[in-house]
């Protein structure tokens, strides 16, 4: 495959904040089938490192903020083909 380059800074706006060990992990579970679909795995893991998945120096909440969800019912939402999940109360 030829060599890709990313625009990082549009795909992983905290990229300096990016936890290593879980990207790779990531990249054990997936094979990349071209550019785009590189791509939009990227994009995908950015929006749930960025929206979702918590930070213990920030006091377990995500870089994009969010409220509390203190009453209802928890689901689960699959994230990159179930690797990763966002619990959320409905």
Same mark, same amino acid.
């Given at each position: 495959?030829?060599?890709?380059?990313?625009?990082?800074?549009?795909?992983?706006?905290?990229?300096?904040?990016?936890?290593?060990?879980?990207? !790779?992990?990531? #990249?054990?579970?997936? /094979?990349?089938?071209?550019?785009?679909? $590189?791509?939009?795995?990227?994009?995908? @893991?950015? *929006?749930?490192?960025?929206?979702?998945?918590?930070?213990?120096?920030?006091?377990?909440?995500?870089?994009?903020? !969010?409220?509390? #969800?203190?009453?209802? /019912?928890?689901?689960?939402?699959?994230? $990159?083909?179930?690797?990763?999940?966002? @619990?959320? *109360?409905?």
């Amino acid at each position: 495959m030829a060599s890709i380059e990313l625009d990082d800074a549009m795909i992983l706006p905290h990229a300096a904040n990016l936890d290593g060990s879980n990207f !790779r992990k990531g #990249q054990d579970h997936f /094979i990349v089938l071209g550019e785009a679909h $590189l791509r939009s795995t990227l994009q995908t @893991y950015a *929006r749930y490192y960025n929206d979702v998945r918590t930070h213990r120096s920030l006091d377990k909440d995500a870089p994009a903020s !969010r409220p509390v #969800q203190r009453t209802g /019912i928890i689901s689960s939402r699959p994230i $990159l083909g179930g690797l990763y999940h966002h @619990y959320v *109360r409905v």
